[in-house]
């Protein structure tokens, strides 16, 4: 059995950062892809950024490229997702997710990952 869990996230005021960590304990497998995703009130889970089994490629949502940094470290089974001038649209729960073992290439479609967290708050005040 597989088990994300996410950490760091938190209040910030516009401009600020916030580091989001995702720890995958049980069948690990470093040889698939990971991804971020958010939810805000109201809306559907939308995809944030995504990375490759071994951190060589990834991908992002127009909306935080430039601002955000997704990047992996296999040898700890983490995934983490560097946030940087923060904006209050930014405002959302936020959900790290895996692939199946096996399937190495990022992907921003929801329906390719297996496995979910339960999720961080990201709270961006003015």
């Known amino acids: 059995q597989v088990q994300l869990v996410e950490s760091g996230g938190g209040l910030v005021h516009a401009g600020g950062s916030l580091r989001l960590s995702c720890a995958v304990s049980?069948?690990?497998?470093?040889?698939?892809?990971m991804g971020w995703f958010r939810q805000a009130p109201g809306k559907e889970r939308d995809f944030v950024a995504a990375?490759?089994?071994?951190?060589?490629?990834?991908v992002y949502v127009d909306s935080v490229k430039g601002r955000f940094i997704i990047s992996r470290d296999n040898t700890k089974n983490t995934v983490y997702l560097q946030m940087n001038s923060l904006k209050p649209e930014d405002t959302a729960v936020y959900y790290c997710?895996?692939?199946?073992?096996?399937?190495?290439?990022?992907?921003?479609?929801?329906?390719?990952?297996?496995?979910w967290g339960q999720g961080t708050q990201v709270t961006v005040s003015l």
């Open positions: 990375i490759n089994w071994s951190g060589s490629s990834n």
């Open positions: 049980g069948r690990t497998g470093s040889f698939t892809a």
């Open positions: 997710a895996r692939r199946q073992v096996g399937f190495g290439m990022e992907s921003s479609s929801p329906n390719d990952y297996l496995y």
